[in-house]
């Protein structure tokens, strides 16, 4: 059983990740080591702020009598000097005070860099799902007003596939890790990584599924293409044959998903490798393809980073704008009160029902 803090609903951890006991005091303030001393003290409550008091109680033994937690006095004057730790400290009638931390939440926080407001621009106005320079009306309205409903607390699902070694893993780890590795490890089964953005105020996660692209594979993989928002099709511009095979990879997926609800990009990677001149000849073909399958198009490189952060942003941003859209035409629709009217003008339904009931056989 956990800890609630007075007006909050936060479980509580003790010292060593054990759930402390109910009715313990939450206090901001230093512990009192040894003696306790009769009259009431004072403290602020680590989660909600509010001033709690401890009432009169048994004294504890003397330090010298009774062991103490190792280094709590130390701690105690530690939490006294940081003043934006989250942890705090809990009394309980004969014992000594143990450190009390929140329990993790669910999401993780959103980082600074990860916080958009403003719509991410199109890489070609050619091959967009839209070329609007900012996000839908409907959209901006209702994240002021806080209308967007559960968005805020539901986890968009990003699915990457595409051929063999044409660099799906290094792309995620760029964008969530930051990271390139040179050395090629091939992907067995799936792999996802999560991430939180801030978009327009409102907190949405992204979870990216990296697939295999071996085709022993592909059965595995494919099991997990269901529920996905978004689909990112990865290819390599220095291939021209991983480009054709777009168009199975994107066949495959959608027969777990509905081609009205999600959103569709077709990505071509190692953009560094590639001549100015080879690139030109390829990104011709690659935007006839994205037209031909309504996707946007982009092209990266994972090694150096180009256009990553930006492609992400843009997934993220037009998945939030979708979810919202759909949220808010799910909420204005109309309710079964609003359609079912009880047309009669009797007071009193059931003695209606009983009048209107044959007689044949009373």
Avoid at 284 to 301: F, G, L, N, P, T
Avoid at 332 to 339: F, H, L, N, P, Y
């Amino acid at each position: 059983m956990g800890l609630r803090g007075p007006g909050r609903g936060y479980p509580c951890v003790g010292a060593r990740g054990a759930f402390c006991a109910p009715g313990l005091h939450v206090a901001r303030a230093p512990p009192h080591v040894g003696p306790r001393p009769p009259s009431p003290r004072l403290g602020t409550c680590g989660i909600s702020g509010d001033q709690v008091s401890f009432p009169p109680q048994t004294p504890h033994p003397a330090p010298d009598s009774s062991p103490q937690p190792e280094g709590a006095a130390a701690a105690g004057e530690a939490v006294g000097k940081r003043g934006g730790d989250l942890s705090c400290w809990v009394w309980a009638p004969g014992f000594f005070p143990v450190r009390w931390r929140p329990m993790m939440s669910v999401f993780a926080p959103v980082r600074r860099d990860r916080i958009i407001a403003e719509l991410p621009q199109c890489f070609q106005r050619e091959a967009a799902l839209h070329s609007h320079t900012s996000f839908h009306p409907k959209v901006t309205s209702a994240c002021q007003e806080q209308r967007t409903g559960t968005v805020g607390f539901r986890i968009s699902k990003i699915i990457v596939v595409g051929d063999l070694s044409v660099g799906k893993t290094c792309l995620i780890n760029r964008f969530c890790k930051d990271t390139f590795d040179k050395n090629y490890k091939a992907t067995i089964g799936v792999d996802f990584e999560m991430e939180r953005f801030e978009v327009l105020g409102i907190p949405f996660s992204l979870q990216l599924w990296d697939t295999a692209g071996q085709e022993r594979f592909k059965c595995i993989a494919s099991t997990y293409y269901r529920g996905a928002q978004a689909i990112v099709i990865v290819f390599d511009v220095t291939d021209a044959a991983s480009l054709d095979h777009t168009r199975q990879w994107l066949a495959d997926a959608l027969k777990e998903n509905e081609p009205s609800n999600v959103i569709l990009f077709l990505v071509g990677s190692k953009k560094d490798l590639s001549s100015p001149a080879h690139y030109r000849l390829i990104e011709r073909d690659a935007i006839k393809v994205a037209q031909e399958m309504q996707a946007e198009y982009w092209a990266v490189s994972s090694l150096t980073g180009e256009n990553v952060k930006e492609f992400f942003f843009r997934v993220a941003s037009l998945s939030f704008e979708s979810s919202v859209l759909a949220e808010l035409e799910k909420s204005s629709a109309r309710k079964i009160g609003d359609v079912v009217r009880i047309a009669s003008n009797d007071g009193d339904l059931y003695l209606t029902a009983q009048r209107r009931r044959s007689k044949c056989c009373f």
